[in-house]
């Protein structure tokens, strides 16, 4: 089970972090993502970490202001969104893979947080 959190109403150029705990499952033997869905829009990658928590990758969109981490002792992986904009508005969704790292394609998690919102006005 995964549970995000964090979400809310922000001004532009404000920063927020998000978290997703996890429970029910060996967190470390996963790879985890974070995905978006702005309104009227079809969901996107954001950005995912392996296993390690060595290594991240991201969506051009967000690259240089968003960072994702994780915390395997807690069972949490974070997405720390800097310098935020308007467009970022969306729910926001972690998602856990258990085979596949660095994956931006949505069918290669297999387990998927509620989704948080994150709301930046201008």
């Known amino acids: 089970q995964l549970q995000a959190s964090g979400g809310g109403l922000v001004q532009a150029g404000d920063s927020l972090r998000l978290s997703c705990a996890a429970s029910g499952r060996p967190f470390s033997n996963y790879a985890m993502g974070w995905f978006r869905r702005a309104p009227g829009k079809e969901r996107e990658f954001v950005g995912s970490?392996?296993?390690?928590?060595?290594?991240?990758y991201y969506a051009d969109s967000v690259k240089g202001r968003f960072t994702v981490s994780r915390d395997n002792a807690k069972n949490t992986v974070y997405l720390q969104m800097n310098r935020l904009k308007p467009e970022d508005t969306a729910v926001y969704y972690c998602?856990?893979?258990?085979?596949?790292?660095?994956?931006?394609?949505?069918?290669?998690?297999?387990?998927w947080g509620q989704g948080t919102l994150v709301t930046v006005s201008s």
């Open positions: 998602a856990a893979a258990s085979f596949y790292s660095d994956s931006e394609f949505e069918d290669t998690y297999d387990y």
């Open positions: 970490i392996r296993r390690s928590g060595y290594s991240a």
